[in-house]
């Protein structure tokens, strides 16, 4: 157990972010939960560089020589300390490090390791049996001892900071939960399970939906709605169109839309758009509607599925996805609401999705909160509450 001892004017907490497409490192005071600056590196360390299938890691000449399992936690300490400098505080003026990670987080030796199902695995070491992690933490905790480092799914770190805020408002925070519509596909609450949303197989889709997750199993909710999922979705039922045509009109054949016109009638070209172009393209296209309404649908049930096991009564959910399209997020709340039943015993309170009150700052507060010690959290509360 750390014990927080400050012997400077002014301490400091460092917030650290890692996900699949970029790293955001934040620094703030720590007794006034004022956010000092923030850095976003927009290629983060998994990012491929566009040179076969290399990643920033090994394209990295900082980290030259180095075995590609020790990569990763030797570049966060050299990322940190440069941020830092810039910044013009010493690392001991540091109390606290939260770094919050895509993926479930293991602890062996003192150190954290975490795995995505994105996560390329060759930079991960075998922990146990067939399991393999990235350590995180080792430079870090090595070259400073004094300084606590936490770490933890990112999902649970943002669930502390919004739970902050619902709890404010009247919502007991053990009843609330955080999910990311993004790259991928996660969520998390105060009680750190390991939950992983977005690797819940869906029972018994259509052939002509079913798709490989990056994790390696079939079907996963990631697949079909995360930011990157809506894309595929879009994308295989063109192909299957293609080429599989009598495959496509069974599908089609399942709901009520003429989902056979619509995919003629698409100003979506296979493989040419991102997920910003879908929603646009929503406005006025039925196909790409027809995809965000079956996203949802599934979406929804996950949620339901999620309440149930943990007893939520309000999801937020953020993300670039959450936090851009609340459209979306209305779809999906209206297709929970379509699940529940009147009198349902099981969720008596009913269960409210809305996009997270942090919106856009949920990357910021996130990672630090997870560095907040017990006699500060009511500093930070009212300070991220009144911030949003």
């Not at 014990?3 to 970029?22: E, K, M, P, R």
Request: charged letters at 20%; hydrophobic letters at 40%.
């Amino acid at each position: 157990m750390f014990v927080y001892t400050n012997i400077f004017s002014v301490a400091y907490i460092l917030g650290v972010d890692i996900s699949g497409t970029q790293n955001v490192y934040s620094l703030a005071e720590l007794e006034s939960a004022k956010i000092l600056r923030n850095r976003i590196n927009r290629e983060g360390a998994f990012c491929r560089t566009g040179e076969r299938d290399l990643r920033v890691l090994e394209a990295d000449d900082r980290l030259s020589g180095i075995d590609l399992p020790d990569r990763f936690h030797t570049y966060l300490c050299v990322e940190v300390e440069s941020f830092l400098a810039k910044e013009g505080v010493e690392f001991n003026e540091v109390l606290g490090v939260g770094l919050s990670v895509a993926g479930k987080v293991y602890e062996k030796d003192g150190d954290h390791f975490f795995i995505g199902g994105n996560t390329p695995k060759r930079f991960a070491s075998r922990l146990q049996g067939k399991l393999y992690a990235i350590n995180a933490t080792h430079t870090l905790r090595s070259k400073y001892p004094d300084t606590p480092v936490f770490c933890a799914n990112d999902c649970n770190c943002t669930a502390i900071a919004q739970s902050f805020v619902y709890g404010r408002g009247g919502v007991d925070p053990r009843k609330t939960f955080y999910v990311t519509i993004s790259t991928g596909f996660g969520g998390g609450g105060l009680n750190f399970e390991a939950d992983e949303l977005g690797h819940n197989v869906l029972f018994d889709l259509h052939p002509a939906v079913s798709l490989e997750c990056s994790c390696g199993m079939r079907d996963c909710v990631e697949v079909y709605a995360s930011g990157e999922g809506l894309v595929r979705l879009a994308n295989r039922l063109l192909e299957v169109r293609q080429r599989e045509f009598s495959v496509f009109s069974d599908f089609s054949g399942r709901f009520g839309a003429d989902l056979i016109r619509l995919a003629e009638e698409t100003s979506l070209k296979k493989d040419q758009f991102t997920t910003v172009d879908l929603f646009n393209a929503a406005e006025s296209d039925g196909y790409a509607r027809f995809i965000l309404d079956y996203a949802a649908r599934l979406t929804a049930h996950v949620l339901v599925n999620a309440a149930q096991i943990h007893d939520l009564e309000v999801i937020g959910i953020g993300g670039g996805v959450g936090e851009n399209q609340p459209g979306y997020v209305e779809l999906i709340d209206g297709y929970v609401q379509g699940i529940l039943v009147e009198g349902n015993r099981m969720l008596p309170n009913g269960l409210r999705v809305e996009v997270t009150p942090l919106g856009t700052s949920s990357n910021d507060w996130g990672a630090l909160t997870l560095a907040v010690p017990e006699k500060y959290q009511g500093v930070w509360a009212e300070v991220i509450s009144s911030s949003v």
